[in-house]
């Protein structure tokens, strides 16, 4: 008997292929009724035996188009109408409702034949795309996903794109930013002045001045890119110089794998995330004999490296160059540039020439950045590729949680999903704040979320906790690493207790002192701090940050306090400043309690001669990691106070550090001992909670976890030890990954908070 049936698809099902993969189906199948698109998925009107949607369902799980997730599908019984054939209808105007909207996907294969392709209509056309891949989220100004929400809704189709998008036969079929040489997009280039430079091929010309040592802004898909040949040391001296970035790594783009392996170790896990379809910047280990120029990525073993993700990207490499700097084009702290007449306005002073493009960019998205450990991938920076695909976790109230202050993403919370937005960077300037509010504002609308409750971290000097006071609403203020661990938790799917372990730089702790070397017992809800590194007092606070030479100073005070040696030390190692620094801090002006791990290997980097000043976050400790080339147990003294809490102590270290160093010992050493001693301490201390509470699941979290090889360790420790470990893979383990662990503890709080009302 034939019955209808009406089918609700809820995922990401929209602008992947889906309503054609549904189309064909059903024809073939025989079976009647349509397919829309509607704010909540897609919606399926069909009539056909029980036994035949029973066979359509099973089906559709299965052969789901590529970039298609369906998180569920709902199938009720409805009055048979009759219907005379399978249609695609009409997309269904907005609800309350929230759809999920695509990343941006690389180039597929068959788009990629289609430019290489002499024959081609769109023979090395750069704005060529399919359902299966090309821009997304950058481009969606609403949903649901039509072209008329989308930028591309300045280009009209012509005939043969137009025939193609409604064919649903054809691969391009409803793909939205569908587009030819006739009608779509197209290059221009301009000089770095904003005249534009007519010229009969702008790829060629551009090909040829990046030959000739020139720095080009190149329009992406999610902002501008500065990008100049990077075996050419000379023009990345000048494009430092010009960017006042003298030390951060830059990214490579590469023509292909094989180019990759020429200067890189690539793993089958590595290959997979290189060629895959998100293609992120991979953080792949450097060969021995690399011999790209030292100054892209100096005194790193690794090199971000990626592969192209556009067809401009492709037709690039199609001159002599087979690696390309690539990186995004802002200037020194600020926000991706993504607007034609931004771009012109603040790269002026950057490059030589730019090549635009007239797709309007409506949202920027910076490349992703990832590394895989132990053949998993993690996930360093979460932007193109990744956001906005939601994480799941019940929460029942629209909450917006602002996340923290550098490396900022903020997460917006609607029917189980968390909206975790793409990295903002830091927000320390007016420029990037305004970013800030603006994506914020942009998440709300496209998910239709109108917040109830706002989280913010507890450190109201932030920016983005003072954001709340745009809104009159109740404000939930989260400890900073309590979030860390709950970031971890929620993607590992982890409701019960766990001893978190957060290791970074920086966090307002509930004494006031700053935190970041911290073992927690907590859940989604609560938290205990059951030890911490001891504190130090670090002069300045936070703005030592910059400065490791203040955090070694104040780590040997510490250690030869009372000693008469102490002056010699400070001034053999850092001369007049030292001493001067040394009354500061003797005469405790300005300085502040610290526990932060961030700090230790500052002091650490100083004290072996590494590295007395940073010009980006972290850079001493990645450097320090750095130094590592060989495995041993090898380590130095510590110990644990027991107080209330377990104190670690990291002086004795510090002591043996400096005799090491006095001795001659070499720094590669000094710095795989130091790492090992924190990791034996981090499991002793693990092992005293697991005593105490009986807890045996470990939560690992912070921003010094980007470290790997003490990752690594400390989790195979663990292990070793009988723990359950959990780690952050998909969501960063900095301070990316904050808003996330924010949102989530205020849901549990508001719902602990309703229960006992409810039962007043
Ligand atoms: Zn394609
Ligand atoms: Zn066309
Ligand atoms: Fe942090």
Request: a neutral charge.
């Amino acid at each position: 008997m034939i019955q209808r049936f009406f089918l609700t698809i809820k995922g990401i099902v929209q602008g992947v292929g889906f309503r054609p993969f549904i189309y064909n189906l059903a024809r073939s199948m025989d079976m009647k009724g349509w397919i829309n698109n509607s704010s909540e998925g897609v919606y399926i009107d069909v009539e056909g035996t029980e036994e035949n949607i029973n066979m359509f369902v099973k089906y559709i799980k299965q052969n789901k188009p590529q970039l298609a997730q369906i998180d569920s599908i709902e199938v009720i019984r409805k009055d048979y109408i009759g219907y005379s054939s399978f249609e695609i209808k009409s997309s269904e105007e907005k609800t309350a409702k929230a759809t999920l909207v695509s990343p941006d996907i690389a180039i597929c294969k068959d788009c990629l034949e289609d430019i290489m392709e002499f024959t081609n209509h769109r023979y090395q056309y750069p704005f060529t795309n399919c359902t299966n891949c090309g821009p997304r989220f950058s481009i969606i100004k609403d949903i649901p996903y039509d072209r008329k929400y989308t930028t591309m809704n300045q280009f009209t189709m012509c005939k043969v794109c137009k025939n193609e998008y409604e064919d649903p036969n054809n691969r391009r079929f409803h793909a939205q930013p569908n587009a030819c040489p006739e009608c779509g997009p197209k290059l221009w280039v301009e000089d770095n002045v904003g005249r534009l430079i007519a010229v009969n091929d702008s790829i060629e010309f551009i090909l040829h001045r990046l030959e000739q040592g020139n720095i080009i802004g190149i329009k992406g898909i999610g902002g501008f890119h500065l990008v100049c040949d990077a075996t050419n040391e000379k023009v990345i001296e000048k494009l430092r110089i010009r960017k006042k970035r003298m030390e951060k790594p830059f990214a490579v783009m590469m023509k292909d794998l094989s180019t990759i392996k020429e200067y890189c170790y690539v793993n089958d896990k590595e290959k997979e995330i290189l060629e895959g379809i998100r293609k992120p910047i991979v953080l792949l280990n450097k060969l021995e004999n690399c011999n790209l120029p030292s100054n892209i990525a100096p005194a790193q073993k690794t090199l971000g490296a990626m592969l192209p993700y556009t067809p401009l990207h492709h037709l690039l490499f199609q001159g002599g160059q087979k690696i390309l700097i690539m990186t995004s084009a802002n200037l020194n702290g600020l926000p991706i540039e993504y607007r034609d007449d931004r771009a012109r306005r603040n790269l002026i002073g950057i490059v030589d020439y730019f090549l635009f493009n007239n797709r309007e960019i409506n949202i920027p998205v910076d490349d992703s950045v990832v590394r895989v450990i132990e053949g998993e991938e993690i996930i360093i920076r979460r932007a193109r590729g990744y956001v906005p695909l939601p994480i799941k976790f019940g929460c029942t109230k629209n909450i917006l949680s602002c996340g923290s202050n550098m490396k900022n993403t903020f997460c917006v919370s609607k029917e189980n999903n968390l909206f975790l937005s793409q990295h903002n960077g830091d927000l320390d300037t007016l420029e990037s704040y305004e970013n800030y509010q603006q994506n914020i504002e942009h998440f709300k609308h496209i998910f239709r979320i109108e917040p109830e409750y706002i989280a913010i971290d507890k450190h109201e000097g932030y920016i983005s906790s003072q954001y709340s006071q745009n809104y009159n609403l109740p404000v939930i203020k989260i400890q900073h690493h309590h979030a860390h661990v709950v970031s971890c938790l929620i993607e590992n799917n982890i409701s019960e207790k766990v001893i978190g372990v957060v290791f970074d730089g920086t966090g307002y702790g509930d004494d006031g002192a700053i935190w970041g070397g911290e073992f927690l017992v907590t859940d989604i809800v609560e938290y205990e701090r059951v030890g911490h590194l001891d504190y130090i007092k670090i002069p300045g606070g936070d703005s030592a940050m910059k400065e490791p030479w203040k955090s070694g100073v104040a780590y040997l005070y510490k250690a030869f306090k009372g000693n008469k040696s102490l002056d010699d030390i400070i001034e053999r190692n850092y001369g007049d400043k030292g001493k001067a620094l040394l009354k500061v801090i003797k005469a405790d002006i300005n300085c502040h309690n610290s526990s932060s791990m961030g700090r230790l290997f500052d002091a650490v980097a100083s004290i072996i001669g590494i590295r007395n000043k940073i010009s980006f976050e972290g850079q001493a400790a990645m450097e320090l990691e750095s130094l590592i080339e060989f495995d041993s147990e090898e380590s130095y003294v510590y110990s644990l106070k027991k107080e209330e809490e377990v104190i670690l102590d990291m002086i004795p270290t510090i002591k043996e550090i400096l005799d090491d160093k006095i001795k001659g010992v070499n720094n590669s050493k000094i710095a795989l001992k130091f790492h090992n001693t924190l990791i034996k301490a981090t499991v002793e201390i693990c092992k005293k909670v697991r005593s105490n509470y009986g807890i045996s699941n470990v939560a690992i979290s912070g921003g010094v976890f980007q470290n790997s090889y003490l990752l690594k360790n400390v989790r195979s420790k663990l292990v070793e030890a009988d723990f359950n470990v959990y780690i952050n893979k998909s969501i960063p383990c900095n301070d990316g990954g904050i808003a996330l662990g924010q949102i989530a503890i205020a849901s549990e709080y508001i719902k602990k908070s309703e229960k006992i009302h409810s039962s007043n």
